[in-house]
């Protein structure tokens, strides 16, 4: 008795240490975040920026910093970043404040989530998981790679890569995770074969976006822009300019995240045999299946002929989600259940909000005119290789390649182009780039914000390997790229 009295109380006194360490750690994480606005706040704006755009950068900059600290969770994070601009008078409640919550990308990632449900409650998602790893099963590599080699086949014909991955393979890699008992409950459950193939297919949907006009929405936007400023960029051109790098890369990213973010489940030997086994047990697809199935090969078409019926990626997909509310393969129970879309919805929401006014104010403008200023003087390829290098990582300013493209893609491109750089090798990289941008943070773009949402990966994997796999890409691109592209003509 008196050996169990006494060990209670240091159970007791663990815990409340742990406890208070932990409300400490979150204490120093908050408080770097508003020193870090504040200091930006209060400095004088430089020449040729108001005060405003100023006091716009640095709660921009804080909330940034609160999403990577992770004081407190990510929406709660983005929330308060909001509020901190409406009170200031920085972002109007009535115009730009919300604005970003009412973004067509937005509302298909969240679509996408009731999409995947879709996939799980029928069972068609498992089935096709199951088809894959009797395939592919041998290993988690090569399960990734067969994943990889799916979104190359569909990128051409996919202008939203919010879709591709959203829509498509993300209720697939949810589905195969499921099989192996791999969920985000807890990190030996998400790192066992999830977490892994959860990142790596969104940094192969950057590179993939990256190799054609065609896979991204901000593609057919970067060649308007191109053309707008004298260069002319066509779909093949583009394909073959993006093909000997793409693939390259596409041989290369699934095996370095293996190696620097191994899953826990790496030889799956009876996998295939397993698999084959309960597909046999499945029997044929149910009525269900059949309407899930119809209803995703529907939108896939639709999705692909989008740019020829000028219907938006997002009108698709709530037109999917629509027949599935209809023949009640998901309620909306379901969806009101699903926390990952909605908690997506308002941490993306108000960074694409937040976003918006920094190009309005003139922030992004000043930022590229310091790099035009500092690169005055050097050779062309060392400009286009420290133009290329600073638009990837300006990203961490922006909560969407579009955007990106639509402030910066004018301004680095007639820079290049100043510097003595080919016009149509400098329009491509900077295009190119634009698709590589979109896995280095969880608010890069719609399929990085996806994927963060499913739960999968917590903030710094997120970060750290968004980073290493954009570095090498665009590393890639600026070497290998530029060889082939000296091959087939572009300089």
Same mark, same amino acid.
């Given at each position: 008795?008196a ?33 870090? +606005? ?11 920026l ?37 009170? +200031? ?18 509302w298909?990632?969240?679509a ?17 998981a ?17 994943l ?39 990190d ?16 192969v ?28 960029i ?85 037109v ?29 929401? %108000? ?6 006014p ?22 062309w390829? %060392? ?95 600026? +070497? ?12």
């Open positions: 008795m050996t169990a009295a006494s060990v209670r109380p240091v159970a007791n006194a663990t815990g409340t240490t742990t406890g208070t360490t932990r409300d400490s750690a979150r204490l120093i994480k908050a408080a770097i975040c508003v020193v870090v +606005t504040t200091a930006v706040y209060i400095i004088p704006p430089p020449d040729g108001e005060p405003q755009a100023m006091h716009m950068l640095a709660i921009f900059l804080g909330t940034i910093l609160g999403l990577i600290l992770q004081p407190l969770p990510t929406s709660a994070v983005a929330i308060i970043g909001l509020s901190v601009a409406m009170i +200031t008078g920085t972002m109007d409640p009535k115009t730009a404040a919300f604005s970003g919550l009412g973004s067509a990308s937005i298909l990632i969240v996408a989530f009731f999409i995947a449900q879709g996939f799980v409650k029928t069972g068609l998602g498992r089935r096709i199951l088809v894959f790893i009797s395939l592919l099963g041998k290993s988690t590599l090569g399960i990734s790679y067969g990889s080699a799916a979104d190359l086949l569909l990128a051409p014909a996919t202008p939203s890569n919010t879709a591709r991955l959203g829509g498509i393979l993300f209720p697939i890699i949810t589905s195969i995770s499921d099989v192996q008992g791999s969920t985000p409950e807890n030996e459950s998400r790192r066992r074969i999830g977490a892994y193939l959860a990142v790596t297919a969104n940094n949907n950057a590179i993939t976006s990256a190799m054609f006009v065609t896979s991204m929405a901000a593609g057919p936007v970067v060649v308007q822009l191109a053309a707008d400023s004298g260069v002319t066509g779909w093949g051109t583009w394909a073959l300019a993006g093909i000997v790098p793409g693939v390259l890369c596409l041989l290369v990213i699934p095996a370095l995240v293996y190696k620097v973010y191994p899953p826990t489940i790496k030889h799956v030997p009876s996998a295939q045999t397993d698999a084959r086994a309960e597909l046999k047990q499945l029997g044929r697809l149910s009525m269900p299946e059949w309407i899930m199935a119809a209803t995703f090969v529907a939108m896939l078409v639709m999705w692909a002929t989008g740019s020829m019926t000028g219907i938006n990626a997002t009108t698709v997909a709530f999917g989600v629509s027949v599935l509310l209809a023949t009640n393969i998901i309620t909306w129970q379901d969806m009101a259940a699903n926390k990952s879309a909605w908690s997506t919805l308002i941490f993306f929401g %108000v960074l694409v909000g937040m976003a918006t920094l190009n309005e104010l003139g922030v992004t403008e000043w930022a590229g005119g310091m790099i035009a200023r500092a690169t005055t003087g050097m050779p390829m %060392v400009v286009l290789a420290l133009l290329t290098v600073c638009y990837f990582l300006l990203h961490y300013m922006f909560a969407a390649e579009l955007a990106q493209a639509v402030a910066l893609y004018t301004l680095f491109l007639g820079v290049a182009v100043a510097a003595g750089a080919p016009p149509i090798a400098s329009a491509l990289m900077l295009g190119c780039a634009t698709g590589l941008i979109g896995a280095m943070t969880h608010y890069a773009s719609g399929p990085a914000a996806l994927i963060y949402g499913a739960g999968y990966l917590k903030t710094p994997e997120f970060l750290r390997i968004g980073f290493l796999c954009g570095i090498v890409t665009v590393a890639v691109w600026l +070497t290998v790229g530029m060889g082939w592209w000296k091959i087939i003509g572009l300089w």
